[in-house]
């Protein structure tokens, strides 16, 4: 099917308005890019109940960064669903995220710990990948204090966020913990060489081109780290002893083969995945629910297979 129509006059918007200019310093593009978010996050996205949350100052190697923590009103230890934000690597913030999260914590009972991890290209990769993993051990080390249950922790991101969570996973499996539950990923980059067909296919006209992710990506990582396995998680040589997976693609985003083919590596190596491809969305629009009434059944299918995750996790934690 076509790009649906309710997203045609976004589409129409962004071909117009252009690439931010690199020649401005990344701290301004950045303010730049975030004011236009701010205000078209009112016109977008679906107003929901906010949760309860609280911010953490940790010290990591090199410096400081914060985990928001939403809380359900629940008087027994909660799980835990790990968020790591879109950008690129190099943009977004928590407070563009207190809709995801809260709705997250409404509609699936758990708490979320949402990451600002260090952004790119001030710090490249591994190190927002190491922040990533950080939280899920702070997590995990807190739980106690925080109120949650160690035993069902999931993890989640969208797009560049994706891609660290994807990594968070494959570090907590080769380090051997923190045990993850599940793991939710919306439209995820998974291979920062950028060798899926889709990259090509999709290459231009599409909300996030070709030489925009290229760009991206060259300000995250050097190229001869691109195909390390917490880089380029579809890359890993062996996707065994992960969680399972419900990963969301778009129809007309580059990254969609990425998506694919990283649920067929997972299920081959006997790890439970879904894909699911949302006809006429765009990479990003998946958020969009005042826009696209699609966006909300993603949100319903995201959180019945969160719900799932942590309900099978408590049952066999009897907990």
Do not use: K
Not at 143 to 170: F, H, M, Q
Request: aromatic share 6%; net charge negative; with cysteine.
């Amino acid at each position: 099917m076509p790009v649906l129509p309710e997203l045609q006059p976004l589409l129409e918007r962004i071909r117009a308005a252009g690439a931010p200019d690199r020649t401005t310093p990344v701290t301004e593009r950045r303010e730049q890019v975030h004011t236009g978010i701010d205000m078209q996050q009112a016109h977008m996205v679906e107003p929901v109940p906010t949760a309860a949350r609280a911010d953490h100052r940790v010290r990591l190697s090199g410096g400081e960064i914060t985990f928001r923590v939403y809380r359900p009103e629940v008087e027994e230890p909660a799980g835990c669903h790990l968020f790591v934000h879109g950008g690129g690597w190099w943009m977004g913030t928590l407070d563009q995220s207190d809709l995801a999260c809260s709705r997250l914590v409404n509609e699936v009972g758990c708490a979320v710990v949402s990451v600002d991890h260090r952004w790119s290209p001030e710090w490249r990769f591994p190190v927002p990948a190491e922040d990533c993993y950080a939280a899920l051990s702070w997590v995990a080390a807190n739980a106690a204090e925080l109120g949650l249950d160690p035993g069902r922790i999931s993890v989640g991101g969208v797009s560049s966020g994706a891609n660290l969570a994807a990594a968070t996973t494959l570090m907590a499996r080769d380090r051997g913990g923190p045990d993850v539950i599940a793991q939710s990923l919306e439209v995820p980059i998974l291979d920062l060489t950028l060798s899926q067909a889709s990259i090509d296919q999709l290459a231009e006209g599409y909300m996030l081109t070709r030489e925009r992710l290229a760009l991206e990506v060259a300000d995250y990582c050097d190229p001869e780290l691109r195909t390390d396995p917490y880089a380029s998680p579809l890359l890993a040589p062996d996707l065994a002893a992960l969680p399972p997976a419900l990963i969301a693609t778009a129809e007309y985003d580059l990254l969609r083969d990425d998506g694919e083919s990283y649920a067929a590596r997972l299920r081959a190596a006997g790890v439970p995945a879904t894909a699911v491809r949302w006809t006429g969305h765009l990479h990003g629009s998946l958020g969009m629910t005042r826009l696209a009434p699609s966006a909300a059944e993603w949100h319903q299918r995201q959180h019945a297979f969160l719900r799932e995750r942590h309900a099978l996790a408590r049952v066999r934690s009897g907990t």
